[in-house]
């Protein structure tokens, strides 16, 4: 069973970028459909980018696109979210999901795993 857990959130300025990291362990990750997910408070759980097993194919939220951008490195079992001129809009519990074999979706109810979550609060 593959294990989640993502780092790389923390406190930054409106304007201001983030790395998050998804490390995986347990098995191999290469096989693994990976999202990034969002949850602010008081709100649901909103979709924020995707990317395929193999890196080649992405998909991305609206508001997230030039923004954000996902990516994999598979021999160090590692999903990324690169988060560049942030708002405050952009606080929230920013979440991992995979699925094995999957197809890129946007719907958080496919995803079988789950991480534990990393707050990133943008301040004003």
């Known amino acids: 069973q593959v294990q989640l857990v993502e780092s790389g959130g923390g406190l930054v300025q409106a304007g201001g970028s983030l790395r998050l990291s998804c490390a995986a362990s347990g098995r191999t990750f290469s096989s693994y459909t990976v999202g990034w997910f969002r949850q602010a408070p008081g709100k649901g759980r909103e979709f924020v980018a995707a990317v395929s097993w193999n890196g080649i194919s992405t998909a991305y939220a609206d508001s997230m696109k030039g923004r954000f951008t996902i990516s994999r490195d598979n021999a160090k079992n590692t999903v990324y979210l690169q988060m560049s001129s942030l708002k405050p809009e952009d606080t929230a519990v920013y979440y991992c999901?995979?699925?094995?074999?999957?197809?890129?979706?946007?719907?958080?109810?496919?995803?079988?795993?789950w991480g534990q979550g990393t707050q990133v609060t943008v301040s004003s």
């Open positions: 999901a995979a699925r094995d074999r999957g197809l890129l979706s946007r719907s958080s109810g496919v995803y079988d795993l």
